[in-house]
């Protein structure tokens, strides 16, 4: 069922935010290039949704119909990555897309007509913070890198936290502060230099002031953003033009995510938002490692300097979710990984490196990584790969280990669990 309904004239609306992404739908996308390649990321892998949100138990399982709302879902990657992945694991859902720009909606249905997905799939031009309630409720909801977008962020994160039923949870981007150095000096400049509000004209005149850029101005200097440099007009405009764009530090996320009364369940990666990973000096983090959750992450953030967006879950606050352990019945699986080539090449080393923004970290694994890794199949329970072993190590030992190698997996997002059930 493919509805089509068109209610963009609410007054909570930005006239400028539409007007952008009537001018440029964002991200540049076509139609064809759906019949290539399938365009993935954070948040709304579902394995990951399934493991943060859900704690491990797919909601969608036994063919339990599910409800998904992709809030501002601009040029449809979200979109079509979620009703892909409905459709590959046979679930029964129903997915409602809103977003104000028709334009965009239009690149967003012909990608999820080019793939065949128009079945489970209704299109609504319009601001969710007045339609989500209207639509729901939902089980899910991905609203990734719009919520920086509205005029009053708090009132659209509450919209949305109204709109989901009591388990279920979100997915959510906004932009990071430390890592978009010298996005916001631009657009301060195009302010100072009393850019045409919108279109070509300032398209031109952003270019024009980009390219005379010395090269000590911060942005060019920063190395984590690139949509300007890649991402075609509609990038450069979306990164460097925007006139409705804030960003967020750590602890300014925990704010608003508890303001509307949610929880924070992980950030992605949640290696990126340990101290850990940046420092192993026990002199120098003594103080910081027996701190909440939010303080370490909000230390992580300044000592890497490198994050350009948060991505993470969310839940109603009363929500007491937990993701599964890595206990004897909990089934381990890979996800974004090849098992296989992992366990060879931590043979070979001993470690994982893994690369987050221009930052390579290198990670120890315990002794039986290896083997521990060429034997999860995704049906196997840890302690059915115990039972593989012969000559079998000491329970604890081995039960040692798999907690360590799970624990870096885990946090670099390779690695996830079923619950035992
Ligand atoms: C940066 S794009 C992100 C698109 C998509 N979520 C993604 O990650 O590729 C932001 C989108 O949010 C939409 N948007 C902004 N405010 C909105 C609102 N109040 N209601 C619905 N859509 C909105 C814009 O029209 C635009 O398509």
Known sequence: MSEKIDKADDPE?????????????YPARDAKDEDKRLVVGSPGNWDEVVHFVFGGRDPSAKNKKIRILV???????????????????????????????????????????????????????????????????????????????????????????????PKGGMGLMVYGELGRTGVYHMQEMMERLSAEA???????????????????NWLRRNPFVGDHVHGGDAGFYDLLLHQQDRAYRVDEVFDFVEKAGLRLLQFIEPMRYDPTTYCSRHDVLEKAVHVPFRQRAALAELMAGNITKHTFYVTKAGNKVKPPMPDRDAVPFFVRVDGVSLARSVAKTGHIKITFTGLSVTRNLPP????????????????EIYDLFDPKPEK????????VMFAVLNAANLMYLHPAN
Do not use: W
């Not at 398209?203 to 000590?216: F, M, V």
């Open 368 to 383: 039986a990584s290896p083997a521990i890794l060429t034997r999860i199949d995704g049906k196997r329970t840890v302690g």
């Open 13 to 25: 609306t930005s006239d400028k935010t539409r007007a952008q992404y009537e001018s440029f739908p």
């Open 71 to 165: 809030a501002g879902g601009g040029t449809g990657d979200g979109l079509v990555m979620l009703a892909q992945q409905a459709r590959d694991r046979k679930v029964k859902a129903e997915i409602v897309y809103i977003d104000l720009s028709t334009a965009s909606r239009e690149i967003a249905e012909a990608r999820i007509k080019r793939r065949g997905l128009e079945k489970n799939v209704s299109f609504v031009t319009g601001s969710f913070v007045d339609l989500a309630g209207e639509y729901g409720p939902f089980d899910y909801i991905d609203c990734c890198g719009v919520l920086h977008h509205l005029p009053d962020p708090d009132a659209g994160l509450k919209a949305l936290a109204d709109a989901l039923k």
């Open 396 to 403: 604890y030992e081995f039960d040692a280990q798999f907690a």
């Open 198 to 216: 919108g279109g070509s004209k300032r398209l031109a005149l952003g270019k024009a002031l980009y390219d005379a850029l010395p090269g000590t």
